[in-house]
């Protein structure tokens, strides 16, 4: 059975399964096994799971976290988790992002307070890539549409960069998904 935090990531991934997109995945003891069917937006496998792939940095809320690839509840108690299959900082597609928002480290507690134009500064190695919020949307835990190459747009290929950060709402419930959209603005750092 499923506690309180992990159901969140649960249900996000049951509608995978229930739909046929999710090709191999299964939910065992409660965690996700974070075997997606990469989209063509997304990058070549090599991450392993629970890999610290990048940091995440919000100057308006003071958020400092690592981000982990996959979203199994051990990786969301230390930072935010990488949606597997979805495009990774600075590529092509949608940088899907999860983390809690009162519990562990509750990397998104307050990302309800950002606003259009505030910076999303996601730092892989010395190159930072900065990405500016258009939105924010509070959506049904089914809704996946935020997962799509280009958030929200059902079937959309890749033609842009962009990052969403997904978390329950309201605060304490499970029952909607905060999301915050924002498109790709510019790289700064050695990798540029």
Avoid: W
């Avoid at 990786?75 to 562990?104: D, F, S």
């Avoid at 930072?128 to 089914?142: A, D, E, F, N, Q």
């Amino acid at each position: 059975m499923l506690d309180r935090m992990s159901r969140p990531a649960a249900t996000l991934a049951t509608g995978f399964l229930t739909t046929g997109l999710l090709t191999t995945g299964m939910l065992a003891g409660g965690f996700l096994t974070d075997a997606l069917a990469p989209p063509a937006h997304a990058a070549p496998a090599g991450a392993r799971r629970g890999a610290v792939i990048a940091k995440i940095g919000i100057r308006r809320i003071g958020l400092k976290a690592r981000v982990l690839h996959g979203i199994a509840p051990e990786m969301l108690q230390k930072g935010a988790g990488h949606y597997p299959g979805t495009a990774y900082p600075g590529r092509e597609g949608n940088v899907v992002l999860l983390g809690h928002r009162t519990t562990y480290l509750a990397p998104f507690g307050r990302i309800n307070e950002l606003r259009r134009g505030d910076p999303i500064v996601l730092s892989v190695g010395r190159t930072s890539y900065v990405y500016k919020v258009r939105g924010k949307r509070i959506i049904m835990p089914t809704d996946r549409r935020a997962l799509e190459a280009v958030p929200f747009k059902r079937g959309s290929v890749a033609n842009g960069k962009y990052v969403t950060l997904i978390t329950c709402h309201p605060k304490g419930s499970d029952r909607r998904r905060l999301v915050v959209v924002g498109a790709f603005h510019h790289t700064s750092g050695r990798g540029r």
